[in-house]
């Protein structure tokens, strides 16, 4: 479908998608065997630019907006999501800075993040703070010109590998929800280290360790907005990244499709090639229906957000809870659809179901999704009566 | 020369739009047009129904075509060894210069007198040679100014080399100096009997067709041959003929060669010394399909090729790649398993005593020039090849 | 340093086939690409200039079409495509398209100049080295590595049948580049809108001062006669019956001729 792209917005898919084709589908297969970190394709991405989409000019990116970042995360994804989520979170990681950071900071970090020079991590999640974010135990107290950071960060995409981190902590637990705030640590920092890679489901190219942070002394100007502002900063950074969860479902599923499709037209069971069958035809016209749908929902609340639209919780909660259940009920059909093959590592598809669970489990489970469309349902209509 | 439409007679049916393979021929206000990527071919001549389409002669210069005669070949040595290619341009060249009653010269730098005598017993008249030190490892400018210097003054008709590193990469500048045309790559030469111009004949559009290629306005007609494809000459002990020193002066080089590093591929020596070669295309579906290959070979005591699509896929490394871009060869026996046989694949096996293909569709080029025609799946023939093989040898 | 990168625009498959009953080529909707080799020129000139500096001017033979291709390097971060286009080239073969680069070339000034080996669609090899005879420069074919490069001399690797050359050269001097030599680079975003907005130079025959008698099919010693497809062996043998029966047929075959 034509979703009237700028000329600009085509060429960003076009590039991405030949990414895609000739850099990451020969070698996805291999590094969902090894794990091993895409660091050869991120060089490619960082050449064509691509680390700079979302960057404003001045600071040496595109300064183009989430619509154009979901457009790359897409074609990324048809691919290999172990690649797409490497690649959207070090967005997810530069949001903080690029939304809160002073001018300093800005100058500091985004010119080498737009160049791709440094890879960029967000720090959220702990063991006893997932979904609930009000568990986070790790802490920043001031001494002095420093703040000294306590404690370890859980299942940190992009852990080890990325130079920068942009991390949550409790600044004044007194505080309850103004208690928190936002840093950036540098990988280096004496007292920063990684705990080990973690062996994982799907996405295994990509990287996730623990952050542990061990009397770990950073400058006082490496706090991210005001102090307190910690929470702020998190849920406002998901409100812009979620979406491009959402992207990563609608590209999963949009791969997986096409390679049911061809392998349909090719397996020749009584005779005729499946896909004439009527069963295999209704699961297809299922799956392109779920896909054209999350697609134009993704795009219209990427619209949504580039607007300046000042609370986008609920609808980019929306697009990313629905594009990813679309994402593990098409990978899963795809596997369906091709039967013994798509069970096996010689196709794709099998690849893909393991990696689409992930999107209905980070950045925010489904569950959590749907609380937050729920809240902001329970606000919308006190305010009508 | 040129090609025409006649707009007059032009019906606007497109019959010729499809026939060019340059996609040169296109509508214009429901008349065809040929526009500038025509390369005059002339497949669109006989396409027209109406007869539109005529060529257009013009008229040339035929001096410099007089004067000329003989037939040279360049004869390459590295290391003071002459390749087999030498001798078998001499082959090439004793046929034609038997067919224009004319005299056969071979051309050689560096080296010594004992392999310029070699030259003379595989069929050359003439030897001119320069057997000046500095030659002995090539170098393109001295070697392209000797060349031409040399052809200025003889002025041979025709002037043949190996399409090898060596030969391919000076040759082009010998034909530039001397403004004359050069065919790359030919796999078969015939004389015209009518006007006595050189056929060359060249796999084009990346080996998928033929075509005949003339020089007929300037002298000498030059071609490069690739090894393997024509047959050695004669070797006779006995045969005489005179070796004509040439002087090296004013040996100018802008580029030194360093040093001349051997690095040789185990793979590149077993495929063209081989006497079986069992080679898989894009039919052999990937690294499985190559599997079976080689279990193939190993029975046979072989090696293995590949075609270029099977090489592009990245089933196979580019080494064992048979072809016009790959290595030409020549075994006893080419087992072709689910290669389709496009030309550029045939022009670097076609020379083999017998070609067995075996292809799933009957339609499939490889069986025009195959001894053995196998029509059936690769999958079921090869294991039952190699079972019965085993049988036999067991015996 | 000023380099010049000679690119082609050919069909983007070598495959092309043949109808066996008009025993024409089809070439149906193949659009064109930069000829294969020629990337690996164009990211030789790039890794050039990243290391000793200067510009990088992609320039190409063609009819207006070509001129994607030359938007295409410039996407690659090529500085500027020249295109070289008249109807006075047309049929022009390896002599006459040199002598008309070589003019254009003249034109245009370079210390570097770099061809990719041969086109995927011609498969000659010839346009390079006689290239740099018109233009009295040296030449090194077959480059599979860039050793040294300083002002006024490079030293490469010159791929041969039984190994390689470590050739010196002064500058300038041209040089045709084989796949082993690098891995050609994707686009770039800023290259792609930059590729949007460059204005393409056109070179006509004029512009150039080249003598009309040594252009196009006129300048070209060679023409091509006519195009066929090869013929079938005459001695083919279809071997008949079930696999198994081929197969027995096959070895006996073998065995007579002592094969085997």
Same mark, same amino acid.
């Given at each position: 479908m034509d979703y009237f792209l700028s000329e600009e917005q085509s060429m960003i898919r076009d590039l991405a998608r030949q990414i895609a084709e000739e850099k990451i589908v020969p070698v996805r297969a291999e590094l969902d065997e090894t794990g091993e970190f895409p660091w050869d394709i991120m060089k490619v991405l960082a050449q064509s630019d691509l680390f700079g989409l979302f960057i404003p000019e001045e600071y040496g990116g595109l300064g183009k907006g989430c619509l154009e970042l979901c457009l790359a995360v897409e074609e990324l994804s048809t691919a290999c999501l172990g690649v797409s989520t490497t690649y959207a979170a070090n967005a997810l990681g530069t949001y903080p800075i690029l939304l809160f950071g002073d001018d300093d900071q800005k100058k500091k970090y985004l010119p080498d993040i737009a160049a791709g020079k440094r890879l960029v991590a967000f720090g959220l999640t702990e063991a006893n703070a997932g979904s609930d974010a009000g568990g986070i135990q790790t802490t920043a107290k001031i001494e002095g010109n420093e703040f000294v950071l306590n404690g370890t960060k859980q299942w940190i995409t992009n852990g080890g590998e990325a130079e920068i981190y942009t991390i949550i902590a409790i600044t004044d637990r007194s505080k309850g929800p103004r208690g928190a705030s936002a840093f950036v640590v540098e990988k280096g920092t004496p007292g920063f280290s990684f705990g080990k890679k973690e062996n994982k489901m799907g996405i295994r190219a990509s990287s996730t360790t623990e952050l542990i942070f061990d009397n770990c002394r950073i400058p006082k100007e490496n706090i991210i907005g005001k102090e307190g502002m910690g929470f702020i900063v998190a849920m406002k950074t998901l409100d812009n990244s979620r979406t491009g969860v959402g992207a990563q479902g609608v590209g999963v599923a949009q791969g997986a499709f096409e390679e049911a499709v061809r392998f349909a037209k090719q397996r020749i069971q009584f005779g005729h090639p499946v896909i004439t069958f009527q069963a295999i035809q209704h699961m297809l016209a299922d799956m392109a229906t779920s896909i054209e749908a999350a697609r134009a929902l993704v795009y219209a609340v990427a619209r949504f957000i580039d607007s300046g639209a000042k609370d986008v919780s609920k609808e980019s909660a929306i697009s990313k809870l629905y594009a990813t259940d679309v994402a593990m009920k098409v990978t899963t059909d795809a596997v369906q659809i091709m039967g013994g093959s798509g069970y096996m590592k010689e196709y794709p598809v099998e690849k893909m179901m393991r990696d689409a669970k992930i999107l209905q489990i980070y950045e925010g489970t489904n569950q959590i999704q749907r609380n937050v469309i729920g809240q902001a349902l329970i606000k919308e209509f006190a305010k009508k009566k | 020369m040129f090609i025409r439409i006649d707009r007059d007679k032009c019906t606007g049916c497109e019959s010729c739009v499809e026939s060019c393979p340059y996609g040169a021929i296109v509508m214009a206000e429901g008349r065809a047009e040929i526009n500038e990527l025509c390369q005059f071919c002339k497949a669109c001549l006989s396409v027209c129904p109406e007869g539109a389409i005529s060529e257009i002669a013009e008229a040339s210069d035929i001096k410099e075509k007089e004067q000329a005669s003989g037939v040279w070949i360049f004869a390459e040595q590295r290391n003071g060894k002459i390749p087999g290619v030498s001798f078998e341009l001499l082959g090439a060249g004793r046929r034609l210069a038997e067919e224009l009653g004319t005299q056969l010269s071979a051309v050689l730098f560096g080296s010594d007198e004992t392999k310029a005598g070699e030259l003379i017993k595989w069929g050359a008249d003439r030897v001119y040679h320069c057997d000046d030190e500095r030659l002995n490892v090539f170098n393109d400018e001295p070697y392209s100014k000797m060349l031409s210097a040399l052809i200025r003054e003889h002025k041979p008709e025709i002037v043949l080399a190996g399409a090898t590193p060596?030969?391919?990469?000076?040759?082009?500048?010998?034909?530039?100096?001397?403004?004359?045309?050069?065919?790359?790559? =030919?796999?078969?030469? @015939?004389?015209?009997? @009518?006007?006595?111009?050189?056929?060359?004949?060249?796999?084009?559009?990346?080996?998928?067709?033929?075509?005949?290629?003339? =020089?007929?306005?300037?002298r000498p007609q030059m071609a490069t041959v690739r090894p393997r494809v024509m047959k050695a000459g004669i070797y006779d002990e006995t045969r005489k003929g005179e070796i004509v020193k040439v002087n090296t002066d004013n040996l100018r080089a802008r580029t030194t060669v360093l040093k001349t590093v051997k690095e040789v591929s185990e793979v590149a020596i077993n495929l063209q010394e081989a006497n079986i070669i069992v080679s898989g295309g894009r039919g052999t579906g990937g690294e499985k399909g190559f599997k079976l290959l080689y279990e193939l070979a190993e029975v046979l005591g072989g090696a293995v090729g590949a075609s270029r699509a099977a090489v592009d896929e990245g089933w196979i490394p580019y080494r064992h790649q048979v072809g016009q871009t790959g290595k030409t060869v020549s075994p006893k026996i080419y087992i072709a398993c689910g290669i389709s046989g496009a030309v550029q694949h045939l022009v670097g096996m076609q020379s083999s005593d017998i070609i067995i293909a075996i292809n799933k569709n009957p339609e499939a080029p490889i069986f025009n020039i195959a001894n053995y025609a196998i029509v059936g799946d690769l999958f079921e023939v090869v294991p039952m090849l190699i079972r019965k093989i085993k049988e036999v040898k067991t015996i | 340093m000023k380099i010049i990168i000679c690119i082609k625009q050919v069909p983007d498959t070598s495959e092309v086939r043949i109808n066996p009953e008009t025993n024409t080529l089809i070439r149906e909707g193949v659009p064109g690409i930069i000829n294969p080799y020629d990337m690996h020129a164009i990211e030789a000139g790039l890794q050039i200039k990243d290391k000793a500096g200067g510009t990088v001017t992609a320039l190409t033979m063609g009819p207006p079409q070509a001129e994607t291709a030359l938007r295409e390097a410039i996407s690659m971060g090529v500085d500027e495509g020249v295109l070289l286009t008249d109807r006075a080239f047309a049929g022009s073969d390896t002599w006459a398209t040199a002598y008309t680069l070589a003019k254009a070339i003249e034109h245009l000034g370079a210390d570097i100049i770099i061809c990719g080996k041969q086109a995927i669609d011609g498969d000659t090899a010839q346009v390079g080295p006689e290239l740099a005879e018109f233009l009295d420069i040296p030449h090194i074919a077959y480059v599979r590595n860039i050793d040294d490069i300083k002002e006024d001399r490079i030293i490469v690797q010159r791929l041969m049948d039984d190994g390689f050359d470590v050739i010196e050269s002064s500058l300038p001097v041209l040089f045709t580049v084989v796949r082993e030599l690098n891995i050609p680079r994707m686009p770039s975003l800023k290259g792609k809108m930059a590729a949007k907005k460059a204005a393409i130079k056109k070179l006509t025959a004029s512009d150039i001062n080249a003598d009309e008698n040594d252009l196009g099919l006129k300048g070209s010693p060679t023409q091509v006669r006519n195009i066929f497809a090869p013929e079938a062996k005459k001695d083919r043998r279809i071997l008949e019956g079930t696999a198994e029966q081929k197969v027995e047929v096959l070895v006996n075959e073998l065995m007579r001729l002592k094969c085997l």
């Open positions: - | 060596i030969g391919r990469s000076f040759i082009p500048r010998v034909a530039a100096s001397l403004r004359t045309g050069l065919t790359a790559d =030919c796999t078969s030469l @015939e004389i015209d009997r @009518e006007t006595k111009n050189l056929l060359q004949i060249r796999p084009a559009f990346g080996g998928n067709i033929m075509a005949t290629i003339l =020089c007929p306005h300037t | -």
